[in-house]
C-alpha cells in the first residue's frame, strides 16, 4: 500500500495561483505514475493531469489550456501541480493518485489521497 496525503489548497481570487503537493510513503515512489483528479460538487470525478514513473511525458485534459504543470520528484516522493490562471471552474477537489500506468481515467489508479480542497473566487 501507498498513502498519499495531498496539501496546498485553498482559497483564491480568479487568476490567481495555486501549487498543489502531494507526498507519499509506503512502496518506493519511483514505481508509479502519477495522476491528479477533481471532483466538484455534484459533477463527477475528471481528469486533470498525469505523469509516468520515469517522467518522459505528460498529459492534461482539455480545459488546463497550458495554465497546470505537473512536476514529481523521485527523490523526494513528491508529486506537484502547478495551477496559474485559475477560473472559478477549477474549484474543486484535487486528488493525488499513484498507479501502474499513466491514464486518463481514474480506474487505472490503485491509490488515493483524501484531496485537498481548492476555492476559486470571482
Known amino acids: 500500500q501507498v498513502q498519499l496525503v495531498e496539501s496546498g489548497g485553498g482559497l483564491v481570487q480568479a487568476g490567481g495561483s495555486l501549487r498543489l503537493s502531494c507526498a507519499a510513503s509506503g512502496r518506493t515512489f519511483s514505481s508509479y505514475a502519477m495522476g491528479w483528479f477533481r471532483q466538484a460538487p455534484g459533477k463527477e470525478r475528471e481528469f486533470v493531469a498525469s505523469i509516468p514513473r520515469s517522467a518522459f511525458s505528460r498529459d492534461y485534459a482539455e480545459f488546463v489550456e497550458g495554465r497546470f504543470t505537473i512536476s514529481r520528484d523521485n527523490v523526494k516522493k513528491t508529486v506537484h501541480l502547478q495551477m496559474n490562471s485559475l477560473k472559478p471552474e477549477d474549484t474543486a477537489v484535487y486528488y493525488c493518485?499513484?498507479?501502474?500506468?499513466?491514464?486518463?481515467?481514474?480506474?487505472?489508479?490503485?491509490?488515493w489521497g483524501q484531496g485537498t480542497q481548492v476555492t476559486v473566487s470571482s
Open positions: 493518485a499513484a498507479g501502474t500506468v499513466s491514464a486518463r481515467i481514474s480506474r487505472e489508479y490503485d491509490y
